[in-house]
C-alpha cells in the first residue's frame, strides 16, 4: 500500500485491477485486496461513520454481498441496525422483491417484510456504483416498506457507466471514482 507524503490514504492504491473478469474487455475492480488491509478498511469506514454519526440513521441496509462487509462494520459504528438485501431464495422469512434490467437481463432482490419501519432514517451501502440498476432496486425496497432513504453510498464508482443518472432523487457518495475501464 503507497501512503502519500500527505499521510492521505489514496483509496485505488490498495484496490485491485482484474483485467477480462468477469467477462473479456472488462476492468474488475477488487475491493478484497481493501478489506484486507486494516488500514484502508477502517479509513473507509471512518470515513462513512463521520459522515453519517451526526444523522439519526435507524438502518444501514448493505446490498449483497460486498455491501454486507462495509454495512455490517457502518452499522456497528453508527450504533444501529443493519438489514440486507439479498438474492431471491436467501432470506427465510416473507418478503418482497424489486426487480431490475441489466445489461443482459434481469435480475431480482429481496428484503424481509420487516426489515424497516416506517418512518425509519436508511443508508443503503455497497461496494461498487455501476449501472445504477441494483441501487435504485435497493431504493424502491426501502420506500415500499416505508423507510426514507438518507443517502446511497459506495466505495467505488464507475462514472463513465452512467450509474448517477438513475439515482436522481438520491443523495450519493461515492469515495473513489473512476472516470474510464
Sequence with gaps: MKIKTSNKLDLKDVIRNVPDFPLKGIMFRDITTLVKDQKAFKHVIDVFYNRYKNKKIDQVVGIESRGFIFGGALAHRLKCGFAPARKPGKLPADTIEESYDLEYGKATLQMHTDAIKKGEMVIIID???????????????IE????????IAVVIELTFLNGREKLKGYKLHSLVEYHSD
Design 144 to 151: 415500499r416498506l416505508g423507510g426514507k432513504v438518507i443517502e
Design 127 to 141: 461496494d461498487l456504483l455501476a449501472t445504477g440498476g441494483t441501487l435504485t432496486a435497493t431504493a424502491k425496497l
